[in-house]
């Protein structure tokens, strides 16, 4: 099949979160399987990458989007390490800013200009793809546009689109009174009338009402968006449409995440040979200058320091435990201040217990994961999260909340049966989390003799589960052969 994937953001080239992993990896699998797929991203000034070379595929090409006449260029680079063409969208007034997003009064206009020219690429490339395949708020344009402006163009006669929704806390919500400069003024009747009427214009909305399939990224989180406590107002379109509606868990790419084959820590390991891990363990605390005490458990914590991932808990649970416990945390991730100035101040409250570095790194998140005996992720709420996956791929037990893609990759640990992959609180408060912590550390016990084997077990559990995107993609595959057939 012919697959065009749109997203605002592709790793290598520009990444803020899991879109951006995902946006690589789902489309390299699928290149791959021997289907031809081809990827459209702004050309961010990041992308530049050292080495990589970019072709004109189009130059000035105008856009008429209300009273805006934008004018664009596209351009072409391999995906690395594939042969896959990536087309960048370049319109520096639009996105040659230092955030790949923001709150500028032209944000609406920015991302109308990408799923405009996604078909732009198309034609100037001779591009007929059987499926478009589009990315949350910023790219949920395109199948309304699909119907409505490029529905003439018999290169998009049989295509189909699909829409997957990475994160249903980010919606891409406008004043009505921008739709002339969507392009879309005279189709205003296919908007969601309500939304219009209280003087909204919801991106994501429009995407969800016109996309021919809706994805999103664990099967547990496609039922919690359904409900009202998690649906963020957009519930009743989701039921509406649930018969479109799937759960497909995310994958990671195990070329970048395998402890076997990392080249960002000392020493690799695997579930037969876990010997490493304790090399990277005595690197991690090196680094983050924490004595290096192998009987004591090392809570790892890579993340965006935002609400939704549950910092408040962490913020009236974390202080006890360690004052009262004997644990060690290092944590890697800036975001809220007021989350920042929290664990500054842990850090100093507790010198030889906790570090934390706010300034993210790649390579200082991979020794986290391959140093950390668990991994601290309570959030909110979550899609499906990758650094659970991470860290059961690198033998890192995880303690996480029972919500969306945890639920369906973390498991309680059972001593009896010896089942399970980490541990799981279902009551997001103070409580749920502190048995959650209570119960690693007794599981983690001395951390010698029995109770290390015990814990190898936990951590073999986990290593052992299939989390790339080899065993993802088929499902994906699945989907856009009923869509096209």
Known sequence: ??????????????????????????????????????????????????????????????????????????????????????????????????????????????????????????????????????????????????????????????????????????????????????????????????????????????????????TTVSPTYAKEIQTPEQGLRLDPVLRARRDVLTGILNGIDENEWNPAADHHIPQAFSADDLDGKEVCKQALMASVRLPYRPEVPVFGLVSRLVWQKGLDLCVRVLPSLLRHQRCQLVVLGKGEPAYEEFFRTLAMAFPHKVAYDSAFNEARAHLIEAGADLFLMPSRYEPCGLNQMYSLRYGTVPVVHKTGGLADTVWNFDAKTQQGTGFVFEHFDDAGLSWALRRALEVWGSGTGADRARWRTIQRNGMGLPLGWKHRVGRYVELYEQLCS
């Open 1 to 214: 099949m012919n697959v065009l994937f749109v997203s605002s953001e592709v790793a290598p080239f520009a990444k803020s979160g899991g879109l951006g992993d995902v946006s690589a990896a789902l489309p390299r699998q699928l290149g791959a399987l021997g289907h031809d797929v081809r990827v459209v991203m702004p050309m961010y000034p990041r992308v530049r990458l050292p080495g990589v070379v970019f072709s004109e595929v189009a130059d000035d090409v105008a856009l008429s989007l209300g009273r805006h006449t934008v004018r664009v260029s596209l351009h072409t680079a391999p995906m690395p390490g594939t042969r896959m063409p990536v087309y960048f969208v370049r319109c520096p007034p639009l996105f040659d800013r230092p955030s790949l997003y923001g709150s500028s009064p032209d944000e609406h206009l920015r991302f109308a200009v990408l799923s405009w020219a996604a078909f732009k690429a198309c034609q100037h490339t001779g591009f007929s793809p059987d499926i478009l395949h589009v990315n949350d708020w910023q790219t949920a344009l395109v199948p309304l546009l699909l119907k409505t402006r490029f529905a003439w163009d018999r290169l998009f006669a049989r295509t189909k689109t699909v829409i997957t929704l990475h994160n249903l806390g980010h919606q891409g919500t406008f004043p009505a009174e921008v739709l002339p400069e969507t392009g879309l003024g005279d189709s205003a009747h296919l908007f969601h009338q309500d939304e219009l009427r209280a003087g909204r214009l919801g991106y994501l909305l429009t995407g969800l009402l016109h996309a021919d399939a809706i």
